[in-house]
């Protein structure tokens, strides 16, 4: 088993920055593929960044691509998230999951561990 805890959420004006942060307990996630998602209200989670097992390649949905950062500190056991030009858009609940798996995924069924969420909130 895997607990996910994440923190970092907040209240931030448009343009601005925040840096999510996802603490992993019960075992080692170096070799888990490691996933960040949103869910707005009345919509549904989507895939927003994730770094794969083993050599922690990054990969990013198209509308946070070249703002948003996904990274990893596998002797802390834990995954990052620096978001930067945020705009409203962006308000939602995060949630950081942990895959079984070492390889990349966009999709929600092949994460088996997610964490309670975090708020963020981008004021224009």
């Known amino acids: 088993q895997v607990q996910l805890v994440e923190s970092g959420g907040g209240l931030v004006q448009a343009g601005g920055s925040l840096r999510l942060s996802c603490s992993a307990s019960?075992?080692?996630?170096?070799?888990?593929?490691m996933g960040w998602f949103r869910q707005a209200p009345g919509k549904e989670r989507e895939f927003v960044a994730g770094?794969?097992?083993?050599?922690?390649?990054?990969y990013y949905a198209d509308s946070v691509r070249g703002r948003f950062t996904i990274s990893r500190d596998n002797n802390k056991n834990a995954v990052y998230l620096q978001m930067n030009s945020l705009k409203p858009e962006d308000t939602a609940v995060y949630y950081c999951?942990?895959?079984?798996?070492?390889?990349?995924?966009?999709?929600?069924?092949?994460?088996?561990?997610w964490g309670q969420g975090t708020q963020v909130t981008v004021s224009s």
């Open positions: 999951a942990a895959s079984k798996d070492w390889y990349a995924s966009r999709q929600i069924s092949t994460y088996n561990y």
């Open positions: 019960g075992r080692t996630i170096s070799t888990s593929n």
């Open positions: 770094t794969t097992g083993g050599g922690g390649s990054t």
